[in-house]
């Protein structure tokens, strides 16, 4: 792959993928663990996700923006050094909002890694090596979210909850040492303006708007919460798409969308992350509440999903290079809604067996892993080359603002069909049954989305995407 040092600046940078994506998914996966531990709801216990994803979303534009403008190998190290102090805090957490807090700072953390990451490896490697170093940052992230749950399980069933974020306190010590011997500390040399007041409309927009989506929040003062929340989305959502349109170096630039690709990709990345998260939130409170499984068991069983994606993504990616993206990316997407509908079958009948819950995880896992990375070529095709950086940012936010989708509609919705059926049988299952029910809805609609995408993927000329 290079030189000697590009090799030891690949694994730094792979180190802060693998930190990220297995502390996300080994917190899903001792949820219901934590909830019982602190005496949460599963509305309020689906905040210790919320905020790490919310966090994101708010700061990747941003930490983009910064990589472009300051020191990269300070800006690396903070993250490392900053992800390990928030994670001994996550790990001494004896409360909801003292967790809520440490899982936050992991999460400007995780924006300054995942941010500075691709900058780095595309200004240390050639042209004709970029594509395997950003493959290896990917295939990083798969093996964090495949490791994560049998991981995790493992910890707290041993050590308790506490132990899954102690794990993570020598991996970001040794990526901080990593990033001080190996990132440059060159600064880039062309200076980028930086839209503060569109990142404080943006980041307001989605607050506001993520917060209309979780009524858990602010329980007992619901009208006053929804009025002024109400209100500030309508005023920060339009200034900020002014904001893009009148900056000549936007946070998203608008006039991608203009590319039919790059729409209905974006559209097409959130609602698959949307149908993955709603099963990765809440099968592990359905294991553990009906099936009485042990955190361990379910850890090893949730390992199912991303193991497939990992072994998958890679072989659907050069498919795709040949066949085109349009056809695979749907398959996938029908995978995803299938699976779906075979975890309602898991609630139905409980004389399946696990039938539908391995045939569910292994269509949610292959159908992820095929509809993935031909996406992705698709969308970074339908940008200009010189657009490459803001398409690449503008994905990574639009997979975590469905992961926020996701993980609300698995959370809020299940919560309020729970509490409609209070008086039923099972209410538990009932509600499990809908939420299932309708993410696969919504793996459906994705399908048409994918459809939806031309055929043939050239770039798109920048002259024709102004707005």
């Not at 949460?40 to 472009?68: E, F, H, K, M, Q």
């Not at 595309?122 to 749950?149: I, S």
Request: proline share 4%; hydrophobic share 55%.
């Amino acid at each position: 792959m290079g030189s000697s040092r590009n090799g030891w600046i690949l694994i730094t940078v792979g180190i802060g993928t693998l930190l990220s994506s297995m502390t996300n998914s080994v917190t899903n996966t001792v949820l219901p663990v934590i909830a019982q531990n602190l005496h949460l709801t599963i509305g309020l216990s689906s905040w210790v996700n919320l905020i790490y994803l919310l966090v994101l979303i708010l700061l990747l534009l941003p930490a983009g923006r910064l990589s472009d403008m300051a020191n990269r190998r300070i800006l690396m190290t903070a993250g490392y050094v900053l992800f390990g102090l928030a994670s001994v805090g996550a790990a001494l957490s004896r409360t909801l909002l003292w967790l809520l807090a440490a899982r936050g700072m992991s999460a400007v953390a995780g924006a300054l890694l995942l941010s500075v990451g691709p900058a780095v490896l595309t200004a240390t490697f050639p042209r004709d090596q970029r594509g395997r170093a950003l493959g290896w940052q990917a295939l990083m992230t798969y093996f964090g979210l495949a490791v994560g749950p049998i991981l995790g399980g493992w910890l707290a069933q041993m050590a308790g909850w506490p132990a899954v974020f102690w794990v993570a306190v020598p991996i970001a010590a040794l990526g901080a040492l990593m990033a001080f011997l190996w990132i440059p500390g060159t600064v880039p040399a062309r200076a980028r303006d930086f839209d503060t007041w569109g990142s404080i409309a943006f980041m307001a927009a989605m607050v506001a708007i993520t917060l209309l989506m979780n009524p858990s929040a602010y329980p007992g003062h619901a009208v006053l919460a929804v009025v002024v929340l109400g209100l500030v989305a309508l005023v920060a959502a339009p200034l900020f798409i002014r904001r893009q349109q009148r900056f000549s170096d936007p946070l998203i630039d608008l006039g991608l969308f203009r590319a039919r690709n790059y729409l209905y990709g974006t559209l097409g990345a959130m609602i698959n992350y949307l149908c993955f998260f709603v099963a990765l939130f809440l099968l592990p409170f359905y294991l553990t509440t009906v099936r009485s499984w042990s955190v361990g068991q379910v850890g090893l069983v949730l390992t199912i999903m991303p193991a497939l994606m990992m072994v998958l993504a890679p072989w659907a990616g050069s498919l795709s290079d040949r066949l085109g993206s349009r056809g695979i990316s749907t398959v996938g997407m029908l995978a995803n809604a299938l699976g779906l509908g075979a975890f309602t079958l898991v609630a139905v009948s409980a004389s399946w067996g696990l039938i539908p819950l391995v045939g569910g995880l292994v269509l949610m896992g292959a159908g992820t892993g095929l509809f993935a990375a031909p996406n992705n070529a698709a969308i970074m095709k339908a940008a200009p080359s010189s657009k490459q950086g803001v398409a690449s940012g503008t994905l990574a936010t639009a997979r975590y603002v469905g992961m926020v989708a996701g993980t609300t509609l698995g959370s809020s919705l299940f919560h309020l069909l729970r509490k409609l059926d209070a008086t039923g049988v099972h209410p538990f299952l009932t509600a499990f049954i809908w939420v299932m029910g309708i993410g696969a809805v919504f793996g459906l609609l994705g399908c048409w989305v994918t459809l939806s995408m031309e055929r043939r993927e050239v770039s798109v000329p920048s002259s024709t995407l102004s707005l």
